[in-house]
């Protein structure tokens, strides 16, 4: 009865634990963190691991996202205590080697079931209003969606690049990055001493420490990210100019496609 007792005690606590983790990260996401920075941060708080990041540094300078990481951390310590005593709870007592079998399943079935439905996007969904309901409700928050409004879609993405000496684009101004002729957008840049560069312009230099609010293809932004200064560097830029033309081509005739079949449609319905 005890084992039974720890298991149930054991897999509400891990419910528990994955619904404010991803209560957190939602709430996160609706300060402006993108979804993988905020889940990174939701998971560190709680679990302790103190990883010391950029990112973490944007977030406890941000009034909210601090007092998210705050109760985070509160909730953590009661946390891992109970999952001990409750797994501790489900084995003791007892020589029956069945019995603890049969717990061992049950445990791990509804492990299972909690971490199918922590990934789950519906309850993303349902926790993502509530959140906003609630935060509308009690506090003078922006809750606006940005990734909803900005209908990012297909392999376009909003990413984030922290800049390191070595870097392709550092000490380069970005008249001089000719990152538009890539498919990429600098929507904004994070000084390291906290200056926040909106909408940067072409004369806007480019500095070791930086983060660079990017927009443009995933594996763009990778393949960025991963350029370094010198020839090589600026082989890698000349090919993803190349390689972005062929693309831009090729949805111009994707588009001329689509506009003959419109007006193909809206003149046969036209006659009709």
């Known amino acids: 009865m005890i084992g039974v007792i720890g298991i149930?005690?054991?897999?509400?606590?891990?419910?528990?634990?994955?619904?404010?983790?991803?209560?957190?990260?939602v709430a996160l996401t609706l300060t402006g963190l993108s979804y993988e920075a905020a889940r990174f941060q939701a998971r560190s708080a709680f679990t302790g691991t103190g990883f010391t990041t950029s990112e973490a540094e944007h977030a406890v300078n941000h009034p909210v996202r601090r007092r998210i990481i705050m109760s985070l951390m509160l909730l953590r310590s009661a946390g891992i205590v109970t999952i001990l005593l409750s797994l501790i709870l489900s084995f003791v007592g007892g020589q029956d080697v069945s019995g603890k079998l049969y717990r061992l399943l049950w445990l791990v079935g509804g492990v299972t079931v909690l971490w199918i439905l922590s990934a789950n996007k519906w309850v993303d969904r349902l926790i993502r209003r509530c959140m906003t309901w609630a935060l509308k409700r009690w506090t003078d928050l922006d809750v606006r969606d940005y990734v909803g409004l900005l209908k990012l879609s297909g392999d376009y993405v909003i990413r984030e690049l922290h800049m390191e000496e070595g870097d392709w684009l550092v000490?380069?101004?970005?008249?001089?990055?000719?990152?538009?002729?890539?498919?990429?957008?600098?929507?904004?840049?994070?000084?390291?001493?906290?200056?926040?560069?909106?909408?940067?312009?072409?004369?806007?230099?480019?500095?070791?420490?930086?983060?660079?609010?990017?927009?443009?293809?995933?594996?763009?932004?990778?393949?960025?990210?991963?350029?370094?200064k010198g020839g090589a560097g600026d082989q890698d830029h000349s090919e993803a100019v190349d390689d972005e033309q062929r693309r831009m081509d090729r949805q111009k005739r994707e588009e001329e496609a689509y506009e003959r079949s419109r007006r193909g449609t809206e003149g046969g319905g036209t006659a009709g």
């Open 8 to 25: 149930v005690a054991l897999l509400t606590v891990l419910g528990l634990s994955l619904l404010v983790t991803r209560i957190a990260t």
């Open 171 to 228: 000490g380069r101004k970005l008249s001089d990055c000719r990152l538009r002729q890539e498919g990429v957008s600098i929507i904004g840049i994070y000084r390291s001493n906290g200056h926040y560069v909106g909408v940067p312009k072409g004369d806007t230099s480019i500095h070791a420490g930086d983060e660079l609010v990017l927009y443009g293809r995933a594996e763009a932004l990778k393949k960025l990210d991963q350029r370094r």
